[in-house]
């Protein structure tokens, strides 16, 4: 079932969900969080991190896995997903590093590939599946680095990236798309629907035209986010801009 959730602003919509994950953790310490990046989540994570100083989100006994990493990118590099999440949230929480699991973007071609996506799949099998994925939504209704295609991977692959995606990604490479990376690895659009609970958050009138086909259009490859009306608890909260063209 698709539940759809207002708020004003932004900033009341990641205070509502960090509260929403402070008490998944409460209730569930051993909590298997899927996590994304992208700007949607930045004040989710500062509002976490901001909890976690309170006192009132443990993460101490909490797994997480990222959703994608960008190929060709090492995890100590500044401009990786894994910097990005280490400077808003990792390195502000109590997660043991042991439990941060994350693509690795720096193997090498061909058969390391498979090897590094079949690696993450079973990492999230041994863990017992991901308990409650946050997701953010692309312009083009993209999920992880699952592109609008004729067709989706099922599992964790390589994926090469739209040029609006690239674009998208600049301000993480100097603003020079050129920069960006032509492909990424990224969670298959079934490994995202096997987690038991999913929250989907897009904000700004720019997502708005995603979110109306991603809730009332066909489920197609050609818009991925749609997938997500054939799981049976997923979450999908926005701001006002964002709900705009919903009825
Ligand atoms: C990032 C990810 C992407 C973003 C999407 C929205 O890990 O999986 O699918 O969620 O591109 O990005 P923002 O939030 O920057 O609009």
Redesign the pocket.
Request: cysteine-free; glycine content about 18%; proline content about 4%.
């Given at each position: 079932m698709t539940r759809v959730r207002i708020f004003d602003s932004p900033a009341a919509l990641s205070r509502a969900l960090a509260g929403h994950v402070a008490r998944a953790l409460a209730a569930h310490p051993a909590i298997v969080l899927g996590l994304?990046?992208?700007?949607?989540?930045i004040p989710l994570y500062r509002e976490l991190v901001r909890l976690h100083g309170a006192g009132r989100a443990d993460f101490s006994r909490a797994t997480t896995f990222?959703?994608?990493e960008f190929l060709g990118v090492g995890a100590t590099d500044p401009r990786s997903?894994r910097a990005f999440m280490q400077t808003h949230l990792f390195d502000h929480v109590n997660l043991s590093a042991r439990r941060i699991h994350f693509l690795n973007g720096a193997v090498g071609p061909g058969r390391g590939v498979a090897r590094e996506c079949d690696r993450y799949e079973r990492a999230i099998e041994r863990a017992g599946g991901i308990d409650l994925q946050i997701?953010?939504?692309?312009?083009n209704g993209?999920?992880?680095?699952n592109e609008p295609a004729r067709a989706l991977a099922a599992r964790t692959h390589s994926a090469r990236l739209k040029p609006a995606?690239r674009r998208?990604n600049a301000p993480l490479f100097g603003n020079r798309v050129g920069a960006v990376p032509r492909e990424a690895l990224?969670m298959g659009m079934a490994t995202i629907l096997h987690a038991r609970r999913i929250v989907l958050l897009a904000t700004g009138s720019m997502?708005a035209r995603s979110v109306e086909r991603m809730i009332a259009g066909p489920v197609t490859p050609r818009l991925p986010a749609s997938f997500l009306q054939l799981h049976r608890h997923v979450d999908i909260w926005l701001d006002r801009a964002a709900a705009r063209n919903l009825g």
């Open positions: 994304a990046t992208g700007r949607t989540p990222n959703l994608d997903y997701l953010g939504l692309g312009m993209h999920i992880g680095f995606t998208a990224s997502k």
